[in-house]
């Protein structure tokens, strides 16, 4: 089943004290894709800027990704730059530069609307919905959000997630957008503004999923070197929308699994800076590190 993405494309510059990347290959579509890519199809809208080296998705264009909706707009790309200290886990933004991305309308492909599986990156509500108006009939929709969009738009928002089956957010945001600090507690009240299942990115302290019916907490892989967390979350959404699509099936014990993939990719994708260990990942690799997380957490009588 192919999944649809609709996000942004980026170049971003990042310091760790591990090393740093000057315009390295970014964004929240490129991040999802490269890791989804693994288990199924993957269609990507987002816009670029006349100065982007289009030769930076070829590894994309050969791992079953179709860059057809992604357009070049006249000026610069959307830019990004951060720094991160001795707490990886920490990071401070210097410049962001949305250049093109500032006029972005996502316009989907004829081919693009009838994707079965939709997620929904980290943009603007409002572009979002467009999104969902112009896609036919998805199976599942996910979206991402921040807490931006969370203060600053959140009716339009909340709209969203009306038309949401499964909704991504991380501590800060699920507790801001219901105002309630336990996270189980805070993730059913989610519940009942539409999604069917909420995940909670705790970043190195793994993730939780809530259901109707049941909830599930899954640790992060534990990564002996970490050089760059940026893409991280999109990168999970990746393993995690990628694995359903692969599945084709909603239930709650492949659902658990794609908390797992979804952990596996995030894992995979901080152990070098931007794309470079997402790019040439054999499945093998992937298989053998979701074996490693099940005897992890595995209990023996």
Known sequence: MRVLVVGSVALDTVKTPFGEVEDALGGSAVYFSAAARYFAPVDVVGVVGEDFPMAELDFLRAGSVNLEGVRTAKGRTFRWSGVYGSDINERET???????FTDFHPELPESYRDAPYVFLANIDPTLQLDVLDQVRAPKRVV????????????????????RTHIVMLNEGEIRQLVGESNLIKASKKVLNLGPEVVVVKKGEHGALMVSKDAFFFAPAYPTEHVFDPTGAGDSFAG??????????DFGEEHLRRAV??????????VE?????????LEEKEIEERFQTFREMVRITA
């Open 143 to 162: 979206c991402d959000t921040m807490n931006f969009w969370i203060e600053g738009k959140r009716e339009v928002l909340l709209k969203v997630l009306k």
């Open 260 to 269: 797992i993939y979804g952990s596996v990719m995030a894992s995979f994708n």
């Open 94 to 100: 210097l410049d962001t530069q949305l250049n093109v």
């Open 239 to 248: 393993g995690f929308v990628g694995y359903l699509a692969q599945a084709d």
């Open 272 to 280: 070098r800076f931007s794309m470079e260990r997402l790019k040439n």
